[in-house]
């Protein structure tokens, strides 16, 4: 029974993966704004229901790993060993993320997202949407509702971590400064969080 299961995830999975490869191409050779979602349609030599079955928009073909970018984020809380604190964990993490978005191969990528407000838009909306995650996912390592404060804080300084280390001349000097704050500002946050919102108030 599980068998075809696991065929037909890989099958998705390929399809996905090619049309988001054709889509980068295009991109990269015609650029973001000229590429329309039937040219990526036909490139990848698929439907555009079938495109859209993967993909709900345009931008979200240059976010192609998006879902799997979340997914780490709130496996590094939710998966990490007993004992294992929490910053470190997302730390390393985001390291890794900051690792792969900051090859050479990227530049050019980052450079079309840079150029087109759309994709930026698209891509401040993502940030938010992973920073809602990584909170519930704490909040729920802590035992304490979602909206907790110190939870929400510390998740949008986890994912402009990212952001800001990306962006660095020195990507590793700009983690080690910037989770030494974070660090700092949990020490002090979780306490408060631990004291206020598991009494309601």
Known sequence: MTAPIGRRERKKAATRQKIADAALRLFMERGYEAVGIRDVAAEADVAVTTLFAHFPSKEALVFDQDQDFERRL???VTDRAPGDPLI?????EVQALVHHCTGD????VWRMIDASPALLDYEKSMRLRHAESLAAAIAADLGLPPAT???R???RFVIDAYS???EAADPEAALDEI????EAAWAVARPSADRTDTTGA
């Open 74 to 76: 709130t496996q590094a």
């Open 88 to 92: 470190p964990a997302l730390r390393r």
């Open 105 to 108: 191969d990227a530049a050019p």
């Open 149 to 151: 404060t110190a939870c």
């Open 153 to 155: 804080t510390v998740a």
């Open 164 to 166: 800001l280390a990306r």
């Open 179 to 182: 989770f030494r704050m974070i």
